[in-house]
């Protein structure tokens, strides 16, 4: 046995356990066991930064307060005849469910307030509703889907990569929403941020791809909550004769964008840029198309049914250029109210005057 020492450490060498071994003179056994400063110099495990989720919360509060700001701009009660069609009667009412059955403004406030509605981005060159539609909702039912579906998503990733990444992810997604809904919708105003909300949930699938796949770790908890919400939002979209376009832009931009912000090691910087690429020279291309008033259904026979699918009891006939008259009679005659069914824009003429070729609201 031969023992020497090493800064105050003492080691033999002995054969009592294997032909030739290593171990430390206060311990026992066979095999080499680090010195008390060596274990306490071994660095910790890593930690990730938890953040707090500003972001989800403000963007919450904004969603509730603009969609209180349009109903009181709306004030059914009066630009709809009768007064009485509005629900629950007052500033803040409805309009009638045969206008807007989402419990929500009329097409017209939409249009005003910054809706998509492509006959403007593309002759009056308002450009900025590809990214003002995305904080507005035509109704109710849609505002309450939409904030359901923003906690669920959003503030677990936002707990992980921050306000930063997660504000950028939901402002390209919902452009990109945006874009492939004007090139297939050429008709009638759609807002909602579904699109930008398929987008983190896009992201949410990207990091559960890089986690899971690539760094082999336990992401089954969070699988599960993206997947089942990406499914709920797209069921409410089609149940609420939502625009389904927005959704699938949106994801397909969220999920590629979310390997350019949220990857890391051994996802390399080459692929990372190829990614980027992509999405910027598809956002371009699209916005190309959409400023020379390409319609892609004019390319693509069956794409409609990305959108909806008919069955029997379900329309899919989306709401055009068509108007919905109703006769009403009043003290010095008959006068017929006219909507239109894309903006929900109301005017009315005596049936004396002759039918107009067009529909006037639209």
């Known amino acids: 046995r031969v023992s020497f020492g090493v800064r105050d450490t003492f080691y033999t060498i002995g054969s009592s356990c294997c032909s030739t071994s290593i171990r430390s003179s206060s311990g026992s056994g066979c095999g080499l066991e680090a010195p008390p400063e060596a274990a306490a110099a071994q660095p910790l495990p890593l930690v990730e930064r938890k953040y707090h989720p500003w972001l989800t919360g403000i963007i919450v509060v904004l969603y509730a307060a603009i969609f209180l700001v349009i109903m009181g701009i709306n004030n059914c009660p009066k630009h709809t005849y009768p007064t009485k069609a509005c629900f629950p009667y007052g500033r803040f009412s409805f309009q009638p469910a045969d206008q807007n059955p989402l419990f929500g403004p009329s097409r017209a406030t939409l249009i005003k307030m910054g809706g998509l509605y492509l006959r403007k981005v593309l002759h009056m060159h308002q450009a900025w509703s590809l990214f003002s539609n995305i904080w507005l909702h035509e109704g109710l039912s849609q505002l309450i889907t939409d904030t359901v579906t923003l906690l669920g998503v959003g503030i677990p990733l936002e707990r992980k990569h921050g306000f930063v990444r997660v504000a950028l992810l939901y402002l390209i997604s919902g452009l990109g929403g945006s874009i492939l809904s004007a090139l297939f919708i050429e008709t009638g105003v759609t807002v909602g941020a579904s699109g930008a909300l398929a987008g983190l949930t896009g992201g949410s699938l990207s990091v559960i791809i890089i986690e899971y796949f690539m760094l082999h770790l336990d992401k089954g908890l969070d699988s599960l909550i993206a997947i089942v919400l990406m499914f709920a939002n797209v069921a409410a979209t089609v149940l609420q004769h939502g625009d389904n376009f927005r959704n699938i832009g949106g994801s397909i931009i969220g999920f590629g964008f979310g390997f350019v912000i949220f990857s890391r090691p051994p996802v390399n910087r080459l692929r990372r840029s190829a990614v980027l690429i992509v999405i910027i ?37 989306y709401r055009g250029n068509e108007c919905q008259s109703t006769e009403i009679r009043i003290e010095n005659g008959h006068v017929l109210s006219l909507i239109c069914k894309a903006n929900g824009r109301t005017d009315y003429m005596l049936l004396a005057d002759a039918q107009p070729k067009n529909c006037l609201p639209c």
Do not use: R
């Open 281 to 317: 020279v598809g956002l371009l291309a699209g916005m190309v198309m959409l400023l020379k008033g390409v319609n892609l259904n004019d390319h693509c026979s069956w794409c409609h049914y990305l959108d909806c699918i008919p069955f029997p009891g379900w329309s899919c006939k």
